[in-house]
């Protein structure tokens, strides 16, 4: 299953990856990707292996409704969703969004947004999505 080139060996965890009920597996990477999901253990090569028996993987969370739309531009890693496991976050979504903006509205726009999105030292400079 796993080969030579596999960086790491997550052993025997709690695997949550979508439909039907969770299982016991290893999970091979090789860098930042999923090499390969196996019942029972899997061929480590040169692999770290890494016992998370009785802890739960999962490929990553969708945030449907998260106000988040400022937090990448301020930061592109995310750290505060992406440590929490979160892959995918929907923004924009309540007709508010920080795209597209009009600088006519610029200051009362921003500021009624500033307490869902944070952010308060960001400078505005776009102002369509592409931007």
């Known amino acids: 299953m796993a080969t030579a080139t596999t960086d790491l060996i997550l052993r025997g965890g709690t695997v949550h990856s979508?439909?039907?009920?969770?299982?016991?597996?290893?999970?091979?990477?090789?860098?930042?990707?999923?090499?390969?999901?196996?019942?029972?253990?899997v061929a480590t090569g040169s692999a770290e292996i890494l016992d998370i028996a009785g802890l739960h993987v999962a490929p990553g969370f969708v945030d449907m409704h998260s106000h988040s739309d400022t937090a990448v531009i301020a930061d592109p890693a995310n750290p505060t969703r992406s440590r929490q496991g979160f892959t995918l976050e929907v923004i924009g979504q309540d007709g508010l969004g920080v795209a597209p903006f009009h600088p006519d509205r610029d200051g009362d726009w921003r500021r009624s947004l500033l307490a869902l999105t944070g952010h308060p030292g960001l400078p505005w400079t776009w102002r369509s999505f592409s931007d």
């Open 18 to 41: 979508g439909p039907g009920d969770p299982l016991i597996a290893d999970v091979a990477i090789r860098g930042d990707r999923i090499q390969a999901v196996g019942v029972g253990p």
